[in-house]
C-alpha cells in the first residue's frame, strides 16, 4: 500500500511541476525601428515582435491581438497637424498575414494609436517568430502638414504609466481553448532614435 501511495505522490509531483513550468507568459521584444524620412515631413517606421523566451519552442508566443501606442513630442510635430496612416506594406519574409496586422491608425493629440481589428482563436493565431528581428507587423506612415523637427527621439512607446489608452500584447498562452493573456512588459519595447 504504501508503494502505490509513493508511486502517486511521484506522479503528482512531476504533474504540479510539469504544469508550472508550462505556465510561464512567453516573453518578447516589441521594436519600433527602420525610421526612414522619405520627405521632411514624412516619416515610415516599422514595428516588429519577437518570442525572446529562453525555450521558444516550449513557451512559444501565439498573436491574439496587439495595440500598438506612441507618444509623439509637441516639438517634433513642429506645431503641424499629423496624418497616420499604413504604409505600402513590404512582402517581408516572417511578417504577420494581413488579417492580422492592425489597422485604422489615428492621430489623438500627440500619441499615435493603431490597433488589431480582426481577433483570432486559440491555436489559429501566427506563432510569433524567435530568430532574427522577429516578426514583423507592420509598417506605419506619419505625415506633418509642416516639417519635422529632428530633436530627440521624437516618438516613443505609448506604456501603461502614461495613463489611458497604451500599447497592449494579447496572446494565447498555456491555457488551451482559455482567453488570450496580456503578456504586455514596458521594459520590453524598444524604439530606435530618428
Known amino acids: 500500500m504504501n508503494k502505490i501511495k ?3 505522490r511521484i506522479l503528482l509531483t512531476g504533474i504540479i511541476i510539469s504544469n508550472i513550468s508550462y505556465s510561464a507568459n512567453p516573453t518578447y521584444s516589441l ?3 527602420n525610421f ?3 520627405s521632411s515631413n514624412v516619416l515610415e517606421f516599422d514595428i516588429y515582435l519577437k518570442n525572446t523566451s529562453s525555450n521558444p519552442t516550449l513557451n512559444f508566443l501565439e498573436y491574439a491581438l496587439g495595440q500598438y501606442m506612441f507618444n509623439v513630442d509637441p516639438a517634433f510635430i513642429n506645431g503641424g497637424v499629423l496624418t497616420y496612416a499604413l504604409a505600402v506594406q513590404p512582402v517581408i519574409a516572417g511578417q504577420l498575414p494581413a488579417i492580422y496586422r492592425p489597422s485604422l491608425p ?3 493629440q500627440n500619441q499615435l494609436r493603431i490597433k488589431n481589428t480582426n481577433g483570432t482563436s486559440p491555436g489559429a493565431g501566427p506563432i510569433i517568430s524567435s530568430t532574427g528581428d522577429g516578426t514583423f507587423v507592420v509598417r506605419m506612415k506619419l505625415t506633418n ?3 519635422f523637427v529632428r530633436c530627440g527621439p521624437g516618438i516613443t512607446w505609448r506604456n501603461a504609466s502614461s495613463g489611458g489608452i497604451y500599447t497592449k500584447l494579447i496572446a494565447y498562452t498555456y491555457n488551451p481553448g482559455g482567453p488570450g493573456q496580456n503578456i504586455t512588459n514596458p521594459a520590453n519595447h524598444t524604439s530606435k532614435a530618428l
Do not use: R, Y
Open 31 to 33: 521594436k519600433a525601428k
Open 36 to 38: 526612414n524620412f522619405t
Open 106 to 108: 489615428v492621430v489623438h
Open 6 to 8: 509513493n508511486i502517486l
Open 145 to 147: 502638414s509642416v516639417d
